[in-house]
Nanobody
Framework: QVQLVESGGGWVQAGGSLRLSCAAASGRTFSDYAMAWFRRAPGKEREFVASISYSGGRTYYAASVKGRFTISRDNAKKQVYLQMNNLKPEDTAVYYC??????????????WGQGTQVTVPS
């Protein structure tokens, strides 16, 4: 079991940057979990944004954010981050942090945070 709490969302003009954070609390070692960010835009399905392996050595990104977003983690602090640069109106969504015991594009994310809103007005 792991509890996840996101922070760092907000309102930012197009072209701006935000950094999301996700703090984890778990009885297991944080590095046992692969971590990911997902998002859900108004009226749309939840979609994958980025994921990172247990030690941070491997990452995956959605095509729509590659080159603009960077996922990272600090296992000592039990935190995962999403640095978002050159934000666009289509990035407006609720962003969720998720954890899984496996890693890869088919990973089973069983643990979710409550989400943090990111708004980029057009």
């Amino acid at each position: 079991q792991v509890q996840l709490v996101e922070s760092g969302g907000g309102w930012v003009q197009a072209g701006g940057s935000l950094r999301l954070s996700c703090a984890a609390a778990s009885g297991r070692t944080f590095s046992d979990y692969a971590m990911a960010w997902f998002r859900r835009a108004p009226g749309k399905e939840r979609e994958f944004v980025a994921s990172i392996s247990y030690s941070g050595g491997r990452t995956y990104y959605a095509a729509s954010v590659k080159g603009r977003f960077t996922i990272s983690r600090d296992n000592a602090k039990k935190q995962v981050y999403l640095q978002m640069n050159n934000l666009k109106p289509e990035d407006t969504a609720v962003y969720y942090c998720a954890a899984a015991l496996d890693f890869g594009l088919s990973a089973n994310y069983n643990y979710w945070g409550q989400g943090t809103q990111v708004t980029v007005p057009s």
